[in-house]
DNA sequence: GTAAAAAAGTTTTATTGCCAACCTTCCGCT
DNA sequence: AGCGGAAGGTTGGCAATAAAACTTTTTTAC
């Protein structure tokens, strides 16, 4: 059976001859590229699920805290707040999350998971575990907690540099 | 006509009474947070430079890589070739970037920087360097090999399993 | 040689995100 | 009370991104 032969591919630089300069150790770089394969491997397990791979942190979190408001969960999960006015309305509209009114202060909104949206959850965390698991692999065991420390200062110092802006050094064109 | 209100940002909820459940040491989460920071810390960086902060590699790239494919680009920084489109319109059209035709092939393009392009490249190089003693001072000398190692290891190993996955990624429009 | 398949780029469509402006509600003052 | 500012949430505008469909050109199969 004639099957075809898969040609090389001959793009005008193969990737490993790319030379990336200084991006090859910045910091910055191999922690946004990091990121994009991550979030890909989640979406390609999470596929089956019928829901995106964004809404996980947030119905996670919801679940772990009832009664949550939605600009604190926007704080949670390191998004605007406007970002998030879209998502719990598909939310709700599928089922999957109440929203209350508090009675005491008719500003916030109080959110909950149904049953439905606790079931949603669970398929969910079976694939970030099987995710996880897959990374465990990837870093070893030793070094995860090590390297978990280090993301969490990153995000946390240098969410906490936003308030004290840089020294505008203008540079003319 | 009221006056606008100048915002100032409270956090009302404290964050730090959240449960993040598993999430807290799901290492897909803290890499996503992680990234938010530091891509904003660098946005606020190089914000002096009339220049995006997600250009700063596609610059790199192709000032490393001169006659570089627009395929090959977006295969070394991680982005769709769509999306490399807009961008590399904008990016000739400001006198940054040079795009020729291959003799030989004429479906590629070659690119290359200009002059000009060149010394936006330092430019923002000069803010590169200062955001990444920022992260140097917060990973720490000792770990920051290791901790680039095992990006670069996520990234590899995540990006590579795509190949073998299973195509039934059917989806209606 | 010619037709089919593949590759490079572009366009279209949809999602996700931020910011700024806005509305409503609450709270602190006087 | 009632006024002004602060806080919760929504809306609109804009940028970045990806996936699929499409155009042009090249390569492969026969």
Not at 13 to 19: G, K, L, M, Y
Not at 62 to 84: E, F, H, V, Y
Not at 85 to 91: G, H, R, S, Y
Not at 127 to 142: K, Q, V
Request: include cysteine.
């Amino acid at each position: 059976m004639p099957r075809k032969p898969k040609p090389v591919k001959r793009t005008a630089q193969a990737a490993n001859a790319i030379d990336y300069g200084p991006l090859e150790d910045w910091v910055g770089f191999r922690l946004r590229m990091a990121q994009s394969a991550s979030f890909q491997a989640f979406a390609r397990l999470a596929h089956d699920v019928n829901l995106k791979p964004g809404r996980f942190a947030t119905l996670m979190l919801i679940g772990r805290n009832p009664g949550i408001s939605q600009t604190a969960l926007s704080l949670a999960n390191g998004r605007d707040k406007s970002t998030l006015t879209p998502v719990l309305n598909d939310l709700v509209k599928r089922g999957l999350v109440r929203r209350s009114r508090t009675p005491d202060d008719r500003r916030t909104y109080q959110l909950a998971l149904t049953a439905a949206g606790q079931r949603m959850l669970k398929q969910l965390a079976a694939c970030a575990i099987s995710h996880d698991r897959n990374l465990d692999r990837i870093i070893g065991r030793r070094d995860r907690a090590h390297f978990l420390s280090i993301l969490r200062r990153i995000e946390v110092e240098l969410s906490s540099d936003r308030a004290n802006e840089k020294p505008s050094g203008r540079r003319s064109r």
